[in-house]
C-alpha cells in the first residue's frame, strides 16, 4: 500500500536523462539516440547503454527542458513518432520523477534505413 513521505524529492539530471531515454526507445518508429560527430558533422547511433550521450537536460528551477536527438526508421511519420516520443516522455517523468513542468524538444538526426 502506498503512502505519502514528507519530504523533497531531487533528481540528478543524469537520472532524468537515463529516463527519457529509456521512454524514448520503447515509441514507436525511434531507432536509438544518436550524437553528432563535431568534426565530421555526422551522426552516429548511440548503444543502449550510451543514451545520456544523445539527451540533454537542463533545469530552471521547476521547468526542465529535454533535448532528444533520435534516429528514426525510414518510412514512418515524423509528427507523430515526434508527438508520441513527447507523451511518453513527459508521462514517464511525472510518473516516477514527479516532474510537471516538462518540455520536451525532439531533435532527428538521422533516419535508418531496411
Known amino acids: 500500500m502506498a503512502h505519502a ?8 539530471n543524469d537520472c532524468i536523462a537515463d529516463l ?15 550524437v553528432t560527430d563535431q568534426q565530421e558533422g555526422v551522426a552516429r547511433l548511440l548503444p543502449t547503454y550510451r543514451l545520456r550521450k544523445g539527451i540533454g537536460v537542463t ?5 526542465v ?3 532528444l536527438h533520435v534516429v528514426v526508421e525510414q518510412g514512418v511519420n515524423m509528427s507523430s513518432v515526434s508527438g508520441n516520443l513527447v507523451s ?15 518540455e520536451v524538444l525532439v531533435h532527428v538526426e538521422g533516419m535508418r534505413t531496411h
Not at 5 to 12: D, E, F, H, I, N
Not at 24 to 34: D, S
Not at 90 to 97: E, M, T, V, Y
Request: charged share 20%.
Open 5 to 12: 513521505v514528507p519530504g523533497t524529492l531531487k533528481v540528478s
Open 88 to 102: 511518453s516522455v513527459k508521462f514517464i517523468l511525472r510518473q516516477i520523477a514527479e516532474l510537471d513542468d516538462v
Open 59 to 63: 533545469a530552471e528551477g521547476d521547468h
Open 20 to 34: 527519457a531515454g529509456y521512454a524514448a526507445l520503447e515509441c514507436y518508429g525511434v531507432v536509438g539516440m544518436a
Open 65 to 67: 527542458v529535454v533535448d
